[in-house]
Nanobody, 122 residues
Framework: QLQFVESGGGLVQPGGSPRLSCAASGFTLDYYAIGWFRQAPGKEREGVSCIGSSDGSTYYADSVKGRFTISRDNAKNTVYLQMNSLKPEDTAVYYC???????????????WGQGTQVTVSS
């Protein structure tokens, strides 16, 4: 059974730098592009970042560019989202997702994690 386990969320102070992890089980991430999404209360889901399976191509939404870094460790079957300089508006549930296609992963990925809450507040 394909499954993701996200971790690393929680309550963070403004300016904090948590790292989210997305660990896969039941399949190998090597052949999948991975995306990170977030959804804040009352707002639409937003594709935040993604990373390709082969050449490691990355994409960042303007809202996080320069502050977030996506990376993958295929040996650990895990993808990370390093978040720096967090702001209250980054508060959301963060989800990872996977798809074979880099161009599709931020639109309609095949597999989703359960999400992890990140709350930025002092």
């Amino acid at each position: 059974q394909l499954q993701f386990v996200e971790s690393g969320g929680g309550l963070v102070q403004p300016g904090g730098s948590p790292r989210l992890s997305c660990a896969a089980s039941g399949f190998t991430l090597d052949y999948y592009a991975i995306g990170w999404f977030r959804q804040a209360p009352g707002k639409e889901r937003e594709g935040v970042s993604c990373i390709g399976s082969s050449d490691g191509s990355t994409y960042y939404a303007d809202s996080v560019k320069g502050r977030f870094t996506i990376s993958r460790d295929n040996a650990k079957n895990t993808v990370y989202l390093q978040m720096n300089s967090l702001k209250p508006e980054d508060t959301a549930v963060y989800y990872c997702a996977a798809d074979r296609s880099y161009t599709i992963v931020l639109h309609s990925p095949d597999y989703w994690g359960q999400g992890t809450q990140v709350t930025v507040s002092s």
